[in-house]
């Protein structure tokens, strides 16, 4: 992309123009107080006025625009001189973040291979109701005519009942969802978006799952309170 630079004898043009329109403008002032009810004098006042408040709104804005590219060009000018100065810390930063994303790295690779070791578990857990319904159902003992049994669905989906105890298939979209909203609400403010979300989802899930709700929360991490607005006394 091009960038177009703006000169110093552009802005000091545009302000003579400016300057020009408003001394036109302030001749026909006087022209029209010679002749105040001419209709012809009092339209030629106010389209002169109208081109010079245009003229010195536009100089005025390119003066602005060139001011704050002249000190662009200086702030580019000093950078080196700022760069060298902060060395140090332009080194601690960089050793630093380098550091820190590979933590995160190796906090990724451990997540996946977890959420890889809880998937292979659910679908285990389901393929295990599916054929367990599967068996008993062929021998013969439905679902509900007594303390184990086993069925599927018109949509397809298995129920196993051993000695009263029933059982159906894991959704393994809610568990993920389940787990995150879980360390989140541990791990990050109480104002993040990810510890804000799915909190219904996340109460009807351990209210199904008793026994996954069970298993100890992530260490909590404490967080400054939210800051509070006084009301003024009167």
Known sequence: MTVVLITDEQVQKAE???????????????????EPLSELKAMKHTEE???????????????????????EERRRADRPVLEK???????????????RWKAVVAAVEAA????VALLDAGVAYNDAIEGHAETLAAAGLDFGGGASGGERSVI???????????FTPLSLVETLS?????????????????????SWQA?????????????????????PAPLRMRMPQA
Do not use: N
């Not at 109460?203 to 404490?222: G, T």
């Open 16 to 34: 003579q123009m400016a300057a020009q329109q408003e001394e036109v403008r302030d001749q026909a002032a006087k022209a029209l107080e010679r």
């Open 49 to 71: 006025t109208r081109r010079a408040a245009q003229l010195r709104a536009s100089a005025r804005e390119l003066r602005q625009a060139y001011e704050k590219q002249v000190e």
């Open 85 to 99: 100065a902060a060395a140090g810390e332009i080194r601690a930063a960089g050793a630093d973040i380098a550091a």
């Open 112 to 115: 996946q291979a977890g959420l």
């Open 156 to 166: 397809g989906t298995a129920r196993l009942k051993v000695k009263g105890q029933e």
């Open 178 to 198: 389940w787990v995150q909203h879980r360390v989140a609400l541990a791990r990050l403010s109480g104002e993040h978006p990810l510890a804000l979300s799915r």
């Open 203 to 223: 109460d009807c899930f351990e209210r199904e799952h008793s026994e996954l709700a069970a298993v100890p929360s992530p260490p909590a991490k404490k967080f």
